[in-house]
C-alpha cells in the first residue's frame, strides 16, 4: 500500500508539473498583453515598458517559471513588496495582494460550498436511486427518474437566479445568500449556503440517482444477492449489505470527479450568489491576464482533481477485496 | 416423504407472453435419498429449485399446486415464514461459486451470517462454527481459509465452501443446482463424493439438478428426467438405467459418451431444439422431435397430454406400450455390440 | 393613457432633450409620495439633466458642503459593487470606480461642487480656489487653506503637495494619470526625472512657504485646475509614505478611514476625526458608517435593489447599472420610478475609419448618412437604454459645449440612403467595399447586422470581422490593422476638448490613440495653438469649433450610439445622484433615512 501511494504521488506531482508549464507557456501564447492592463488609460510606451519590468514579465519565459516553481519551494523576494515566505505565488497582477493569501482566503468559501452540496447531493441521489431501483417501474421509480433528468437539464444560473427572486427577495425564505465563517456564526454560515447548496446539488443529484439505480437494479439480479435470499436474509439486510456494496464503487468513481471539480471552484454558482470563491478568482485571473493568480487557480484545480483520483483509487482497495494488492 | 410436489405450475407473465415454464410437475424426496433431476436448458428444472425457495418475484410469476415440506405447506406461506425456512431447513447451492458468493464479504463473514441469522448465535461462536464447516467440507488450513476472499479460492474448494455455506444449520434438504458444471471432472467426482459422504452423517434429502446423467449416475438413488417443464420419466436410478421408458430418455443416454461405447460408432444427440414454453406443442411435448411419432401416429401424440404412468414407481410418459419399448431398447443394444 | 405609456413617455422626453443638449428647466427629482393605485399620473422619475459645469470662486471654495434636499445625518450606509477597489493609492488611480471611491478618504488641490442637481463648480478641494494662473499660462499657484489635516491630525503642507507629485514619476507608479508629469518636464517624463525617493527633487514645483505651491509648466495649459481634479492628483502625507504598500493602507485626509478591509469581500469606513467640513466644500459625509460589500454581479445587485427588502433599504450601488436582462422591467415598473436614476454615458464613442485606406471623404460621408442610428439604438434597447450623439466631444464633459448636426441625425435617425448614395455616385467609388472589425459581443453581432443591412441598402458591401474582445483594442490599434471601420471610444479626463481632441487625433503609432490615422499639420497646429491659449473661456468655444472643423473637413469617424446607464437605489437612500463625468453615483450627497 506505501508502495502504491509513493508511486501514485510522484505520478502527482509530474502531471502538476506539466499542466504548470503548459499553462505558462499558453498563457504568453495569448496576444493579450497583462502590462497593459497595469498601465493607465494613457500609457506612453516607456510606461507600458515599466509596468512589464515591474511585473516581472520582460524577463526571458524560461526564467520566469523557474523563478515561479522555485518560489513555491523556497519563496522569493520582490522588488518593494518585499518578501513572499514559501509556498509563494507571487503577487496578483490586478492589486497586488499576495496570491497565496488570496486562495486561503478563498478556500473556505469554496470548501464549504463544495462539502455541503456534496453531502447532500451523495445522500439524496444514491437515497432516490435506491428507492427507485427497488420500486422498479412503479410510479415512484418513474417520478424519481424525470426528477432527476429534469435537475440534470437545468442550468445553475437559470433555477439559481429563480430561486433568488422567489425565494430571498419575493417571500424572503431563505436568506440573503452570503458566506460568513463558520468560526464566526455557524448559524449565518449555514443560512448563507443553505440555497447554493440545494442548488448546486439538484444539478449533480441526478447523476448519482441514475447511477445508482441502475448499478442496483443490476445488482439485484447479481447470483450473490439471490444466495443470500437463499440463505434466507432478510430483504432489507440483502438490499443494503449485498446489492449497495456493489455500487460503491461507481458512485465513489464519479464522487471523486465531482469532488475534485468542485473545489477547483464552482464558477456558476459562485456567480450567480455572489459567493467570492475560486471560481470567480479564476476567471477574473483570465478576463485580466492576471498570470499569478491564474497559475495559482489551475494548479490548484489539477491538484484537487489529481488527489481525489488517488484517494479514490486507495478506497477502491478498501471497497472491493478484489482489488486490494498482494 | 419429506418433500412432496403435487401438480406444480409455475408461469411467467413475461411481454411475449406467459412462459409455462413447469406445467403440472409431481415428486417425492425421502430423508436421506438423493433424487436427480435431468433434464436440457429449458426442462423447467431450476425454475422448480427455486419454485421450492420460494424465490420467484410474485409479480411476475404464478405459482399453483403444493409443495409440502415435511408436512407444511410451503406454497403461500409468509415471507418470514420462508426466510427462517431458507438455508435452515432447506438450503441451496448454485452452479457458479464465483458469481454465487459474495466478493465483499470473506468466507467465513459469508458462513457465519447464516448461523447467526437462524440460531441466535454469538459473533464467536458463529466462527468457530464456520471453521468447523470448512473443516468438514475438506478445506484444509480452515482457520487461515476463513478469512479469506472467495476470488482467493480455487473452484473446487470455492464450490466446497458454498456446500459448507449451505450445511451449516445442517438443513433437512439440500438441493444442488448444476453443483458440479463449473467445475473440471476430478473436482467434479470429489464433489460428488462429498455430497455423500454428507449425506450419510447427516440425513439430509438431496435434490442434484443437472443436465449431465453421468453426474446423477453415480449420486443419485432416484431420478426424474424433465422435458419442456413435465416429467417425462422417473424412477429408482437403476430402473431408468436399465430400462428407459421414454425417447427422450434414449435420446439422453444414446448422446452420453461412455467408457463402453464403441469408438468408431458416432454419438447421437437429440434431433432438434427445446421448444418454446410460450407455445408449447399440443399433446406430448416431445413429439416434434420424437422419431417413433409414426409408430403411434400423429393424432395420439398430438391429441391428449400423456401423464406419469405407472403413477408409483417406474413411470414415464409416453403412449408407446411397454413391449414395443423393450424392443426398441433391445435394437439399440444390439445395434451397438454389433 | 396608464402607467407604462406614461413612464415610456417621460424616459423619451428626457432621452430626447438630453439629445438636442438643451438645459431643460425640468424636475429636481420625483415627489417622496409614492403613487397610489387609482391616480392617472405616475410620479415622473428624475429626469436627465445635461449638466452645466464652471469655475467656481473662492467664494465658492469654503465648505461645508451645499445639503441636499431632505438630508438626515448620521447611520450607516451600505454600497455593494462587483469589484473591490484594486489601487487605493492616488498615485494609482485611474478608473472611475477608485476615483469616485477616493472622495470618502482623498483629497486633492481642486474639485468638482454640486451646487444644484446637474450643476457643479470647479473649485478649491484643499486649496483655498481653483487656482491661481500667471505667466501666460505656464504657472498655477495654490493656497493650502487653514485646518486641513491628516487623519493622525498632522497638517497637510505644501510639502506633501510637492511630494505627491514627485513620486508619481516613480517606476512603481504606472498606473495613473500623466498630464501634470509632462507638463511639468517633458513628453517622455520619465527619462526627465525618476522620482524622489533618491533624495533629488523636481525644481518645476516652488514650496516658498508651507501653505503655497507653485507648479511651472514647459507650456501654458489654461485647464490644469481641471487636471488637478483628477483623483489620481490627490496628496500623499510624505511622512507616513510607504511606497508600494500604500496601495494598499493609504492615510486619509477625506472624511472617512478604512476601519477594516477584508480584499474582495468588504470594506468599512468609519469617520475622519480630523476632517473639518468647514473646509470641504464637495464632500457632504453625511452617513457616520459606510459599509462596502463586493462580490455580487449586477443582476444580482439589481435584483436586490428592486426587491428592497430589510436592510437593503439603506443599500446602494456605486457602479452597478441595471443590466440589459432587467432594463426593460426596471423602466416600465412605476413603483421605481422614485429610486430610479440615468444618465447616458459621458464617453466619446465613435466607429472610426481608417484614414490610410479609406480616403475618399466622400465615402465616408456617405456612411454617416446612411447609418442607421434609430436602428442601432433599438438594438440596444431602444430610446431609454441609448442616445444618439452628433458631435465628437461629449455634451457630459465639455464645458462650453454647443450641440450642431451635421449628417442630419437628429431629423432623421434611422439614415438617409438617398443622400448616401448620391454621394457614392459622386465618389470614386459607387460601390465600395469596407471592411468593418468589430468586438465579438453578443449586442455586437446584432448591430453589426443593422450596420451591415443599412449600409448595403446604399450599395456598400460589408466585409465583418469579429475580433476577440480580449485583443480587440490590440487588434485595431496597429497601424495597419487591416480594417476600414472599427468601433472604439475616448474618455475626457476632464470636461475638455484638450483631452479628446490632441489625444484622438495625436501622433499615429502602434497602441495608440489616434485610430483614424488623422495626419493634418493644420490641425496638429490648431490644436497646439487652443492647447496654449491661456483664456480658458476661448479655448473651451475653440475646441468647439474645431470639432465641427474637423467632422466638416475630413469626416473621420462616425459619432456612435451612447448607451444610457439606469441606476436603482435603496428606498431610504437619499441623495443618491449620477456624477455625470464618472458616470458613477457619486458619494458626496449620499445619506441615509432611518
Redesign the interface.
Known amino acids: 500500500m506505501l508502495r502504491f501511494l509513493i508511486r501514485r504521488v510522484l505520478g502527482a506531482a509530474v502531471i502538476l508539473l506539466v499542466i504548470s508549464a503548459v499553462t505558462f507557456f499558453l498563457f504568453y501564447a495569448?496576444?493579450?498583453?497583462p502590462a497593459?492592463l497595469?498601465?493607465?488609460?494613457?500609457?506612453?510606451?516607456?510606461?507600458?515598458e515599466?509596468?512589464r519590468?515591474?511585473l516581472g514579465i520582460d524577463q526571458p519565459l524560461l526564467v520566469q517559471f523557474v523563478s515561479w516553481l522555485s518560489g513555491i519551494f523556497v519563496g522569493r523576494d520582490y522588488e518593494?513588496?518585499g518578501n513572499c515566505p514559501a509556498p509563494c505565488l507571487g503577487f496578483s497582477f490586478?492589486?497586488?495582494?499576495p496570491v497565496f493569501e488570496?486562495i486561503m482566503?478563498r478556500m473556505p468559501v469554496t470548501i464549504a460550498l463544495t462539502l455541503g452540496a456534496a453531502v447532500i447531493f451523495l445522500i439524496f441521489g444514491v437515497a432516490t436511486g435506491i428507492v427507485a431501483a427497488l420500486r422498479q417501474g412503479k410510479p415512484l421509480d418513474k417520478i424519481a427518474s424525470v426528477s432527476s433528468l429534469i435537475g440534470a437539464s437545468v442550468q445553475i444560473y437559470f433555477v439559481g437566479?429563480l430561486a433568488?427572486?422567489f425565494f430571498?427577495?419575493?417571500t424572503?425564505v431563505f436568506h440573503?445568500p452570503k458566506?460568513v465563517p463558520i468560526t464566526e456564526d455557524p448559524l449565518g454560515w449555514f443560512n448563507g449556503l443553505l440555497l447554493p447548496w440545494l442548488v448546486l446539488a439538484i444539478i449533480f443529484t441526478a447523476n448519482y440517482t441514475r447511477i445508482t439505480r441502475s448499478t442496483m437494479v443490476e445488482n439485484l439480479n447479481?447470483?450473490?444477492v439471490?444466495?443470500?435470499?437463499?440463505?434466507?436474509?432478510?430483504?432489507r439486510s440483502v438490499v443494503l449489505?449485498?446489492a449497495l456494496?456493489?455500487t460503491l464503487t461507481p458512485i465513489v468513481t464519479i464522487f471523486g470527479v465531482d469532488l475534485g471539480t468542485l473545489i477547483g471552484g464552482a464558477i456558476i454558482t459562485e456567480?450567480?450568489?455572489?459567493?467570492?470563491g475560486i471560481g470567480?478568482l479564476a476567471v477574473r485571473a483570465v478576463?485580466y491576464?492576471d498570470l499569478p493568480t491564474l497559475m495559482a487557480t489551475v494548479l490548484l484545480a489539477a491538484a484537487a482533481i489529481v488527489v481525489m483520483n488517488v484517494v479514490v483509487d486507495s478506497l477502491y482497495a478498501v471497497?472491493?477485496?478484489?482489488v486490494r494488492l498482494s | 416423504m419429506f418433500l412432496e410436489v403435487n401438480d406444480l405450475t409455475v408461469d411467467f407473465h413475461t411481454e411475449d407472453g406467459v412462459v409455462h415454464a413447469v406445467d403440472g410437475l409431481s415428486f417425492e424426496v425421502e430423508r436421506g435419498s438423493t433424487l436427480g433431476i435431468v433434464g436440457e436448458s429449458g426442462s423447467g428444472k431450476s425454475v422448480t429449485n427455486l419454485a421450492v425457495?420460494g424465490?420467484h418475484n410474485p409479480e411476475t410469476s404464478k405459482i399453483s399446486g403444493s409443495i409440502k415440506l415435511d408436512g407444511k405447506e410451503l406454497l403461500g406461506a409468509s415471507?418470514s415464514t420462508?426466510?427462517?425456512?431458507?438455508?435452515?431447513e432447506i438450503?441451496?447451492i448454485?452452479q457458479?461459486p464465483l458469481?454465487?458468493?459474495?466478493?465483499?464479504?470473506?468466507i467465513g463473514a459469508q458462513i457465519a451470517?447464516?448461523y447467526r441469522?437462524?440460531k441466535g448465535a454469538s459473533k464467536s461462536a458463529a466462527w468457530d462454527r464456520a471453521i468447523e464447516m470448512l473443516d468438514r467440507v475438506g478445506i484444509p488450513q480452515p482457520k487461515v481459509r476463513v478469512d479469506h476472499?472467495p476470488?482467493q479460492f480455487s473452484g473446487g474448494m470455492r464450490q466446497r465452501a458454498?456446500i459448507a455455506?449451505a450445511l451449516v444449520c445442517d438443513p433437512g434438504l439440500l438441493i444442488a443446482d448444476e453443483p458440479t458444471t463449473a467445475l473440471d471432472v476430478t473436482v467434479q467426482a470429489q464433489i460428488l463424493d462429498l455430497l455423500r459422504d454428507l449425506q450419510e452423517q447427516s440425513g439430509s434429502a438431496i435434490i442434484l439438478v443437472t443436465h449431465d446423467l453421468g453426474v446423477v449416475a453415480s449420486t443419485a438413488h432416484d431420478v426424474l428426467v424433465m422435458y419442456a417443464g413435465r416429467a417425462v420419466e422417473r424412477g429408482t436410478m437403476r430402473e431408468v438405467l436399465r430400462e428407459p421408458r421414454h425417447p427422450y430418455t434414449w435420446g439422453l443416454l444414446g448422446s452420453m459418451p461412455s467408457l463402453a461405447h464403441p469408438v468408431d460408432v458416432p454419438l447421437r444427440p437429440v434431433r432438434g431444439t427445446p421448444p418454446s414454453l410460450i407455445n408449447v406443442p399440443p399433446g406430448c411435448p416431445f413429439h416434434p422431435r420424437c422419431d417413433y411419432m409414426e409408430l403411434l401416429g400423429r393424432e395420439v401424440c398430438t391429441g391428449e397430454r400423456p401423464e406419469l404412468s405407472p403413477h408409483r414407481g417406474h413411470g414415464d410418459a409416453c403412449y408407446l406400450p411397454l413391449k414395443q419399448k423393450a424392443e426398441i431398447r433391445a435394437r439399440a443394444a444390439g445395434k451397438e455390440t454389433t | 393613457m396608464n402607467h407604462r405609456t406614461r413612464s415610456v413617455l417621460a424616459v423619451l422626453a428626457a432621452a430626447s432633450l438630453a439629445l438636442v443638449g438643451a438645459c431643460a428647466p425640468g424636475n429636481q427629482g420625483a415627489p417622496s409620495a409614492a403613487p397610489s393605485s387609482g391616480e392617472t399620473a405616475a410620479p415622473p422619475q428624475a429626469e436627465y439633466k445635461v449638466p452645466v459645469i464652471s469655475l467656481g470662486t473662492a467664494e465658492d471654495s469654503v465648505g461645508p458642503a451645499i445639503e441636499p434636499e431632505g438630508v438626515v445625518k448620521g447611520g450607516t450606509v451600505t454600497m455593494i459593487d462587483r469589484d473591490?477597489f484594486?489601487?487605493l493609492d492616488p498615485a494609482q488611480i485611474?478608473t472611475n470606480t477608485e476615483a469616485n471611491f477616493s472622495l470618502l478618504i482623498h483629497r486633492g488641490l481642486t474639485g468638482y461642487k454640486r451646487v444644484a442637481e446637474g450643476e457643479y463648480k470647479l473649485v478649491g478641494d484643499l486649496a483655498t480656489d481653483a487656482g491661481t494662473v500667471s505667466d501666460g499660462g505656464k504657472t498655477w499657484t495654490f493656497t493650502l487653506k487653514d485646518g486641513v489635516k491628516w487623519q493622525d491630525g498632522s497638517p497637510i503642507t505644501s510639502e506633501d503637495v510637492k511630494w505627491s507629485i514627485e513620486r508619481m514619476f516613480a517606476?512603481?507608479i504606472?498606473?495613473?494619470?500623466?498630464?501634470i508629469q509632462q507638463w511639468l518636464t517633458e513628453?517622455?517624463y520619465?527619462?526627465a526625472y525618476e522620482g524622489p525617493y533618491d533624495g533629488k527633487r523636481l525644481d518645476a514645483i516652488e514650496t516658498p512657504d508651507e501653505k503655497t505651491v507653485v507648479f511651472k509648466f514647459k507650456t501654458p495649459h489654461a485647464d490644469a485646475n481641471y487636471a488637478f481634479a483628477m483623483a489620481?492628483y490627490s496628496i500623499v502625507p510624505k511622512d507616513k509614505d510607504t511606497?508600494?504598500?500604500y496601495?494598499?493602507e493609504p492615510v486619509s485626509s477625506g472624511p472617512y478611514m478604512i476601519k477594516s478591509h477584508?480584499?474582495?469581500?468588504s470594506m468599512e469606513l468609519e469617520r475622519n476625526p480630523h476632517w473639518d467640513p468647514a473646509t470641504d466644500p464637495i464632500r457632504g459625509a453625511y452617513p457616520d458608517v459606510w459599509k462596502l460589500e463586493?462580490?455580487?454581479?449586477n443582476?444580482?445587485i439589481t435584483?436586490?435593489l428592486?426587491?428592497d427588502?430589510?436592510p437593503d433599504q439603506q443599500a446602494f450601488t456605486f457602479y452597478a447599472s441595471v443590466p440589459p436582462e432587467r432594463l426593460q422591467q426596471v423602466l416600465q415598473d412605476d413603483s421605481l420610478a422614485e429610486r430610479r436614476m440615468i444618465s447616458p454615458s459621458p464617453y466619446g464613442n465613435y466607429y472610426y475609419f481608417n484614414l490610410d485606406r479609406v480616403k475618399d471623404i466622400k465615402i465616408r460621408q456617405a456612411i454617416n448618412y446612411a447609418w442607421p442610428s434609430k436602428q442601432i439604438q433599438q438594438t440596444m434597447g431602444g430610446p431609454a437604454a441609448a442616445a444618439l450623439p452628433t458631435t465628437i466631444l461629449n455634451e457630459n464633459t465639455t464645458v462650453g459645449y454647443e450641440a450642431y448636426d451635421l449628417y442630419g441625425k437628429t431629423e432623421k435617425p434611422e439614415g438617409d440612403i438617398e443622400k448616401a448614395k448620391e454621394l457614392l455616385a459622386e465618389s470614386s467609388d459607387p460601390n465600395p467595399t469596407i471592411v468593418y472589425a468589430y468586438n465579438q459581443t453578443p449586442v455586437q453581432e446584432q448591430i453589426t447586422v443593422v450596420i451591415k443591412n443599412a449600409l448595403e441598402k446604399a450599395g456598400i458591401k460589408v466585409v465583418t470581422k469579429p475580433l476577440d474582445r480580449?485583443?480587440y483594442?490590440?487588434s485595431i490599434s496597429q497601424v495597419e490593422n487591416g480594417f476600414d471601420l472599427y468601433w472604439g471610444g475616448w474618455?475626457a479626463?476632464w470636461p475638455s476638448g484638450s483631452t479628446v481632441m490632441p489625444?484622438i487625433f495625436g501622433p499615429v503609432?502602434d497602441?495608440g490613440?489616434n485610430l483614424t490615422h488623422l495626419r493634418d499639420p493644420e490641425l496638429d497646429a490648431k490644436m497646439k495653438e487652443i492647447s496654449e491659449n491661456p483664456d480658458i473661456d476661448a479655448a473651451n468655444a475653440a475646441w468647439m469649433a474645431l470639432d465641427r472643423e474637423v467632422q466638416e473637413k475630413h469626416a473621420p469617424l462616425v459619432v456612435a450610439e451612447n448607451r444610457i446607464g439606469t441606476w436603482l437605489r435603496g428606498s431610504k437612500i437619499g441623495g443618491a445622484e449620477v456624477d455625470p463625468q464618472m458616470w458613477i453615483i457619486s458619494p458626496n450627497t449620499i445619506f441615509v433615512k432611518p
Open positions: 495569448i496576444p493579450a498583453d497593459r497595469a498601465c493607465g488609460k494613457v500609457c506612453p510606451p516607456e510606461t507600458l515599466q509596468a519590468r515591474n518593494g513588496l490586478v492589486n497586488k495582494a488570496t482566503d437566479t433568488m427572486y430571498v427577495y419575493q424572503q440573503q458566506y447479481e447470483d450473490s439471490r444466495t443470500a435470499r437463499a440463505k434466507g436474509m432478510r430483504e449489505r449485498f456494496r456493489g456567480t450567480t450568489f455572489g459567493l467570492q470567480r478576463d491576464s471497497i472491493d477485496p478484489r | 425457495l424465490l415471507r420462508m426466510e427462517r425456512l431458507r438455508g435452515n438450503a441451496m448454485f457458479d458469481t454465487s458468493l459474495s466478493p465483499f464479504h470473506s451470517e447464516v441469522k437462524h476472499y476470488h458454498m455455506m | 473591490d484594486a489601487h485611474y517606476p512603481f504606472t498606473f495613473g494619470p500623466a498630464y513628453e517622455d520619465r527619462k489620481g511606497k508600494e504598500k496601495d494598499k477584508t480584499v474582495d469581500k463586493f462580490g455580487q454581479e443582476l444580482q435584483d436586490r428592486v426587491a427588502n430589510g480580449k485583443t483594442y490590440d474618455g479626463d489625444l503609432r497602441g490613440y
